[in-house]
């Protein structure tokens, strides 16, 4: 399928009202936006191939006047209650502005399928209405080159909402030639490779050109952070290159940390690493740097 449209910035919003879920099984090229909305639910399969200007699937759903009038700068609303989105493995989402996710519950992938891949300047995953965020993949990358950073967003919302983030996992927050990007994941409890032995999940928003600050990774959960096993270990990077600083790392858990560290954190050189939690429950069997005259603080 494909959608020819006026401008890069042009939306086609797709409702689909069957009462079924959507199954997207095969490529989908436009030069615009194209947005897809069924509260029924939406399943990307093995073979989707999505290359577009932005993509968006909602399981809640917009109003035409928000959408017809919201586009392409004003805040959108959706609302109601929807059923979950899944995209399997194998399954691509490659855009130039943004991939947007947003239903009762978003699984990408699965812990040792080999995952799905996203790839666009901005990527955004939110779970509403108790569902939960499951992370299989393979590898995504938020790149871009100029200066716009290329920035992560999971965010699962209300009670009993966790970000799970499995297996052989990569989140890649990068700017294309000067920094780090902005990855920033919210939920109650969140999980980086906690169940998955022999696999390594890594969140990096290193500067990887020849010069560039490192960007910022923020973890926050009202409940609990639970990361990485002697076996599964998970690796937090937000390094600078060629005499760019380090940037910013930090792990909050707001009622009952729970934190087995046995990967790496790292900020170097001259970032700031914080993790915070309330109960003494953090026991680190990995690695801490910021580097010299860079700041570690527990809290």
């Not at 399981?59 to 979950?84: E, K």
């Not at 940037?247 to 707001?254: P, Y």
């Given at each position: 399928m494909a959608f020819a449209q006026p401008t890069p910035l042009s939306a086609a919003l797709n409702r689909d009202v069957s009462g079924s879920g959507s199954i997207i099984n095969g490529t989908l090229t436009?030069?615009?936006?194209?947005?897809?909305?069924?509260?029924?639910?939406?399943?990307?399969?093995?073979?989707?191939?999505?290359?577009?200007?932005?993509?968006?699937?909602?399981?809640?759903?917009?109003?035409?006047?928000?959408?017809?009038?919201?586009?392409?700068?004003?805040?959108?609303?959706?609302?109601?209650?929807?059923?979950?989105?899944?995209?399997?493995?194998?399954?691509?989402?490659?855009?130039?502005?943004?991939?947007?996710?947003?239903?009762?519950?978003v699984t990408l992938g699965t812990p040792t399928g080999g995952g799905a891949a996203i790839s666009a300047p901005y990527i955004g995953i939110a779970s509403s209405a108790g569902g939960t965020v499951d992370i299989g993949l393979a590898l995504t990358l938020p790149t871009i080159n100029g200066t716009t950073l290329g920035n992560i967003h999971l965010l699962s919302v209300t009670n009993a909402n966790d970000v799970q983030i499995q297996g052989n996992t990569i989140l890649s927050a990068q700017q294309g030639n000067l920094a780090g990007g902005q990855m920033d994941i919210s939920a109650q409890n969140i999980e980086v490779a906690w169940h998955n032995l022999l696999t390594t999940s890594t969140l990096d928003a290193s500067s990887h050109a020849s010069v560039g600050?490192?960007?910022?990774?923020?973890?926050?959960?009202?409940?609990?952070?639970?990361?990485?096993?002697?076996?599964?270990?998970?690796?937090?990077?937000?390094?600078?290159?060629?005499?760019?600083?380090?940037?910013?790392?930090?792990?909050?858990?707001?009622?009952?940390?729970?934190?087995?560290?046995?990967?790496?954190?790292q900020a170097e050189p001259l970032g700031t690493i914080e993790i915070a939690y309330q109960n003494d429950n953090f026991t680190n069997l990995g690695t801490i740097q910021a580097g010299t005259v860079g700041q570690i603080s527990h809290q």
């Open positions: 436009a030069n615009g936006r194209v947005y897809i909305l069924n509260t029924a639910g939406v399943t990307l399969g093995s073979n989707a191939v999505i290359a577009t200007a932005a993509f968006a699937i909602s399981t809640l759903d917009v109003s035409d006047s928000d959408f017809l009038n919201g586009f392409p700068s004003s805040v959108v609303h959706l609302a109601g209650w929807g059923d979950g989105i899944t995209v399997l493995d194998g399954a691509k989402m490659v855009a130039s502005q943004h991939v947007v996710l947003v239903g009762n519950g600050a490192g960007g910022n990774i923020n973890l926050y959960a009202t409940v609990d952070v639970r990361c990485s096993t002697l076996l599964g270990p998970a690796h937090f990077f937000a390094n600078g290159t060629g005499g760019g600083l380090g940037g910013n790392i930090i792990v909050f858990a707001g009622h009952a940390f729970q934190l087995s560290l046995a990967g790496v954190i």
